[in-house]
């Protein structure tokens, strides 16, 4: 049936038509549509595909990257801390004359500088900024390359680091680091006494000439031995007559006369009867003739050859590299500072990919000094507070041995060794080396600073003893030939014969109760630019210090025997022969001259000879007759014009036995006179005397001096009778009288007396003022001073004790063996007293008898160090040890203990030394101490001076260039860095 269209009908067929053609171009827009969205889903998945790779791969490339930078960052710091390493191995060098100045990092921080403008502020005072020098290390700076620190000996780190952390895929590296130096200051003292200057350093410390010369290479005569000039190997005298008078016939002066008169010239047979006179014709002319300087007398003389000027230890260009003059006064060698240091490493990777970092580091340092205090004195006592010191009676034996010999049992072996060492003195030897040198042992000085005032101007007083105590206790390590029963040997350990015994002669009976033989002369210094009260204070406060009260007070002014006495600073000339004091004065002759005039020593008088001492009833009255005018005349004098004389002499004849008997009386009976004596500077048997054979102070020894004679012994003093004319033999009348006498310390024989600068006897005595700085010891800083220059500081004791063992190294010690010892390694603080009383201290360790120490540096307590056990310096091969002990603020306390204890090395105390009664101690080294004080020295002590260890060189040692030696300063490097910056 076909459709009916109506109009109707055919607008439902037209709309019907429509909607199916419009649904089928929807349909194609939408098969359309999503061929678009196909695509662009696609392209955003072609595109985030694409990103994600691309960054996938920039993402690789800045991981490979970072890891190359790192890896030049790693290389980088390897080479800064290898650059610290080899900085620290080379910083104490021992010997840097082989350096070159500009090169050497250590040698320039050790050069001297002058103050700069500006300074920093501290609780520990001033320190002043320094003015850095024109050197390398300044200006442009030292530079290290990967050669210099990869040096034959020293490893190739660097190349086995790059090998391995490119894992081979590096071509090439390299590093570069520069250092140069920032800033310096120096260690200002405390606030109290800012105008402080290190004596020796900073300062000249006042030094006797002649020492000085030695010190120069000059030379010093230490001694001259000959036979006397009144000693004769053959002599005939015969005794004529009796009874009252008599006659000496000399047959050989009768026969020199004897042949004057035959007219034989140049010819004395008493001249050739002179054992002198012998020796000189048979060593000179016969054994050694032509030999220059003639073998007889025979001359000790140390060491003309001393190499101490500063070419022998300095590089040629150090001074020109510092700008300054050896003969600058005002230099700072102790500083500190920082060093900027910069590296710049860089890796090439095969590829021709390179990469490179820089670092920039600032590293502290310390440049501090090590050289002990005083290290030409083997014991030397400021005395700030200025005391009449007292060195007698109170507290136990003390000995000052200014060279040691080792003990008996070495003297003795060396006393073997004399025949070999006589013919050597006979040969031509070669000169010793340097090496030889240093090691050799010189005597020691002796400073004790006093000086009185117009109240009382008196020198300190110091007995010598005829016998010494048997009750001293040994010291460790001492050598015996054999055990002496009741303690024998100490008797005569402290015997001080040798310093007493003189020639016999003529003796005046001076007023008063002492015999003050010398005058007294300042010693010197240099003008002192600060004032008295602007000196470090000497009793500053302490935990549990020492006190210095007890004995410090002056002697009391009327003391026996200074009584119409007085000292003025006159010369010796014009006190020559003083009768009122009793001199007889030798001036004005060379050394050689005096040691040749002995002929006053045939008739030393140790022991009396009673037949020599016998006098005859009138020449006694005769003599008292002259002594009663108080003149300088003997009896024979007076009857020397008589044809025939009598046997005349001296009515007294002197008789040198020191403290037999008390005090204030003349007609005295032996005794020991033990607690008379305690200080001995001479040493054991006053054998061990000082380089130049006195104490540089005010200073006296004193001596009992006895006068003996027996009235009618000899046959011809026998008294006559009228008649018959008989001789009737008397009765032996001992008649005496004792005389303390004070005369400068010394040897009193000639031969061994002390000279002065010229080598003239010298009978003056050298009073050293302890407020002028440069009497002060040199090398001695403030405590405040060495805090700031410290290595390692400890707060407390306890933390020192702890720290202890981290701080040991083994080392083989030889006739030891291996043992755990303290490594040292520059300046060690404790603001702490060390140990207590009740528990002194002991090291931590698995040996609690002996401390050892090695390497160079101080231990610095700022109150008391407590001692309980032996401190002794291990030396590592050919590195010897150079240890001080200083207790800055304190002193040394040594409890009461079973054995006696040793101490090796140098040692300061600022209060003194105090040891129970029974705690002996032993010093091996030298002392030098503010405070002394006898009276708390209760047990034994006994200093050896060891000259080698109480320095680091000698040419430290010289008062002027001293202070340039390299080797005194310690240089260390701060642990942390101070800053740190990645380019």
């Not at 410390?205 to 053959?234: C, H, T």
């Not at 002996?850 to 160090?865: E, H, L, M, Q, R």
């Not at 091996?924 to 708390?936: A, I, Q, S």
Request: charged fraction near 25%; hydrophobic fraction near 35%; aromatic fraction near 10%.
């Amino acid at each position: 049936m076909l459709p009916v269209f109506s109009p109707f009908n055919l607008m439902i067929f037209s709309m019907t038509f429509d909607m199916e053609e419009c649904m089928k171009v929807r349909t194609l827009n939408r098969r359309g549509s999503a061929f678009v969205v196909i695509i662009g889903i696609l392209s955003v998945i072609i595109i985030i595909g694409y990103l994600f790779m691309g960054s996938t791969i920039e993402q690789g490339r800045q991981t490979s990257q970072s890891v190359q930078g790192l890896q030049a960052t790693y290389l980088a710091e390897a080479a800064l801390e290898r650059t610290m390493t080899l900085l620290k191995t080379d910083a104490n060098e021992q010997d840097f004359k082989t350096f070159e100045t500009a090169k050497s990092i250590p040698l320039q921080l050790r050069l001297p500088m002058k103050e700069g403008s500006g300074s920093i502020s501290s609780s520990l005072g001033t320190d002043k900024l320094l003015a850095l020098p024109n050197s390398a290390l300044v200006t442009e700076g030292v530079t290290l390359t990967k050669e210099d620190l990869q040096a034959e000996g020293l490893g190739t780190s660097l190349d086995e680091l790059v090998e391995f952390m490119t894992d081979g895929r590096a071509e090439s590296y390299d590093v570069k680091v520069n250092i140069k130096l920032d800033k310096a200051f120096s260690y200002g003292p405390g606030k109290e006494y800012e105008d402080y200057k290190i004596p020796g350093v900073q300062l000249p410390w006042n030094i006797r000439k002649d020492v000085e010369n030695f010190l120069d290479g000059k030379g010093y005569v230490a001694m001259i031995l000959q036979f006397p000039d009144s000693m004769k190997w053959f002599d005939f005298t015969i005794n004529l007559g009796g009874g009252v008078f008599s006659l000496e016939l000399d047959l050989v002066k009768e026969f020199d006369k004897l042949i004057a008169a035959m007219g034989i010239k140049d010819f004395e047979l008493s001249k050739y009867l002179l054992i002198d006179t012998f020796a000189r014709w048979i060593f000179n002319d016969v054994l050694f003739k032509g030999k220059d300087p003639p073998v007889y007398p025979f001359k000790k003389i140390l060491e003309k050859n001393l190499k101490t000027s500063l070419e022998d230890f300095l590089p040629a260009d150090f001074l020109a590299t510092s700008g300054v003059s050896p003969t600058d006064k005002d230099l700072h060698f102790e500083k500190y500072g920082q060093l900027l240091i910069e590296c710049e490493a860089s890796i090439k990777y095969k590829g021709s990919t390179e990469t490179k970092r820089r670092i920039s580091a600032v590293k502290d340092f310390k440049v501090a000094d090590c050289e002990p205090i005083a290290p030409m004195y083997s014991f030397f006592v400021n005395n700030s507070p200025n005391d009449y010191l007292t060195f007698n009676s109170a507290g136990g034996q003390f000995y000052v041995n200014n060279i040691d010999h080792g003990g008996l049992g070495e003297m003795i072996n060396k006393i073997k060794s004399i025949p070999g060492k006589i013919v050597n003195v006979f040969k031509k030897k070669a000169p010793p080396t340097m090496d030889e040198l240093e090691k050799k042992e010189y005597p020691g000085l002796i400073r004790l600073n006093y000086k009185g005032d117009e109240t009382f101007p008196y020198p300190m007083l110091c007995n010598v003893s005829f016998l010494g105590d048997t009750t001293v206790p040994d010291m460790p390590d001492t050598k015996k030939l054999v055990d002496l029963p009741l303690g024998i040997d100490n008797l005569f350990r402290s015997m001080e014969v040798g310093s007493i015994i003189k020639p016999g002669s003529s003796m005046v009976i001076a007023s008063g109760h002492m015999t003050m033989k010398g005058v007294v002369k300042d010693g010197g210094g240099a003008s002192n630019e600060f004032a008295k009260d602007k000196t470090p204070p000497s009793d500053a406060q302490a935990p549990d210090k020492l006190t210095k009260e007890t004995g410090g007070a002056p002697a009391p002014k009327n003391t026996a025997g200074m009584t119409g006495t007085s000292f003025s600073d006159e010369t010796a000339d014009k006190q020559k022969n003083n009768p009122s004091l009793g001199m007889n004065m030798t001036s004005g002759l060379g050394l050689a001259d005096v040691m040749g005039q002995l002929k006053k020593m045939a008739k030393i008088n140790v022991v009396p000879n009673l037949m020599d001492i016998s006098k005859h009833l009138l020449d006694f009255t005769l003599g008292m007759a002259n002594y009663a005018f108080n003149e300088v005349k003997a009896s024979s004098e007076t009857l020397s014009k008589v044809p025939i004389k009598m046997d005349g002499g001296d009515s007294f004849e002197r008789w040198e036995m020191p403290y037999f008997g008390t005090k204030n009386s003349f007609y005295t009976l032996p005794t020991t006179g033990i607690s008379d004596n305690r200080t001995h500077f001479f040493g054991n048997n006053a054998m061990h005397p000082t380089m130049t054979r006195e104490i540089e102070g005010n200073v006296m020894k004193v001596y009992r001096q006895w006068n003996m004679m027996i009235v009618g012994l000899k046959p011809e003093h026998r008294l006559p009778t009228p008649w018959p004319p008989i001789t009737i033999p008397p009765f032996p009348v001992p008649i005496w009288y004792t005389k303390t006498i004070a005369e400068k310390y010394g040897y009193s024989l000639g031969t061994l007396a002390p000279v002065d600068n010229e080598g003239n006897v010298e009978h003056a005595i050298n009073s050293y003022d302890p407020a002028l700085l440069s009497n002060y010891p040199p090398n001695l800083s403030t405590a405040e001073q060495y805090a700031k220059k410290a290595t390692y500081y400890y707060d407390t004791y306890q933390e020192f004790l702890d720290d202890i063992k981290n701080r040991t190294t083994k080392v083989d010690i030889e006739g030891v063996g291996e043992k755990d010892c303290f490594l040292l390694n520059g300046i060690t603080f404790v603001a702490d007293s060390i140990g207590t009383f009740n528990e002194p201290f002991v090291p931590p360790l698995d040996d609690k008898k002996d401390f050892y120490v090695t390497g160079k540096g101080a231990i610095v307590c700022s109150g008391n160090f407590f001692l309980g056990c032996n401190i002794r310096c291990a030396d590592r091969g050919d590195l010897r040890t150079n240890f001080s002990l200083i207790c800055r603020t304190g002193g040394l306390i040594v409890p009461a203990t079973s054995d006696s204890l040793l101490f090796e090395g140098s040692l300061y105390t600022d209060m003194g030394l105090m040891s129970l009664m029974g705690a002996g101690l032993q010093i091996r080294g030298n002392w030098v101490t503010d405070v002394f004080n006898k009276p708390l020295m209760g047990g034994a002590v006994q200093l050896d001076y060891i000259s080698s260890r109480v320095r680091t060189s000698l040419g430290s040692l010289h008062p002027e260039r001293g202070r340039f030696e390299p080797n005194r300063y310690f240089v260390t490097f701060s642990p942390a860095w101070a800053s740190w910056r990645v380019h």
